[in-house]
T-cell receptor, first 113, second 117 residues
Framework: DGGITQSPKYLFRKEGQNVTLSCEQNLNHDAMYWYRQDPGQGLRLIYYSQIVNDFQKGDIAEGYSVSREKKESFPLTVTSAQKNPTAFYLC????????????FGDGTRLSIL | AQKVTQAQTEISVVEKEDVTLDCVYETRDTTYYLFWYKQPPSGELVFLIRRNSFDEQNEISGRYSWNFQKSTSSFNFTITASQVVDSAVYFCALSEAIGGATNKLIFGTGTLLAVQP
């Protein structure tokens, strides 16, 4: 089945540690996105990528990094510089056009130990 | 600025009641697109509907219907004869171009719908 796979479902981070969230899609979409969801705040865009080897900062990129070496994959690293990383992280992909919906994965819940 | 407001934080209804979720948006674009997503407890956002700004026809899909009114910048979502499986967080979103041909979604804060049996 076509879709977006995020792993792991739950992740715990220690102080000073970097952690990487995986996102894979087999929908053949060019564009991929990372959103952060906090209670009562909706979703906010962290990073996005329109094509392979290119990505751009979203609204809350500080403390995060990404890579896009393959069309199917868009991993997100939460660095130690992100002081408040506890949140629900959602990866999405889409055809990248304004009139097209984005399709989302199941999410990764990150917590601080 | 582009903005989406969902003023209802939580709504609780009893099964078989009708319920309307409100969405008000602000945009400077003359052509724009609005979306509704459902987020069940499992966490995944499920796409429900897309509406473009130049088509004000209301849409019905089974028990779901959407009322788009450009004059009041609203895109409300009604569930008829609600069921327990409708319990979820519902998000309204506005599509914004962010460079090249790529868009991003501007989300409202969501409305938690609880349908009691």
């Amino acid at each position: 089945d076509g879709g977006i796979t995020q792993s792991p479902k739950y992740l715990f981070r220690k102080e000073g540690q970097n952690v990487t969230l995986s996102c894979e899609q087999n929908l053949n979409h060019d564009a991929m996105y990372w959103y952060r969801q906090d209670p009562g705040q909706g979703l906010r865009l962290i990073y996005y990528s329109q094509i392979v080897n290119d990505f751009q900062k979203g609204d809350i990129a500080e403390g995060y990094s990404v890579s896009r070496e393959k069309k199917e994959s868009f991993p997100l690293t939460v660095t130690s510089a992100q002081k408040n990383p506890t949140a629900f992280y959602l990866c999405a992909s889409g055809q990248g056009q304004k009139n097209q919906p984005q399709h989302f994965g199941d999410g990764t819940r990150l917590s601080i130990l | 600025a582009q903005k989406v407001t969902q003023a209802q934080t939580e709504i609780s209804v009893v099964e078989k009641e009708d319920v309307t979720l409100d969405c008000v948006y602000e945009t400077r674009d003359t052509t724009y697109y609005l979306f509704w997503y459902k987020q069940p407890p499992s966490g995944e956002l499920v796409f429900l509907i897309r509406r473009n700004s130049f088509d004000e026809q209301n849409e019905i899909s089974g028990r779901y219907s959407w009322n788009f009114q450009k004059s009041t910048s609203s895109f409300n979502f009604t569930i008829t004869a609600s069921q327990v499986v409708d319990s979820a967080v519902y998000f309204c979103a506005l599509s914004e171009a962010i460079g090249g041909a790529t868009n991003k979604l501007i989300f409202g804060t969501g409305t938690l719908l609880a349908v009691q049996p």
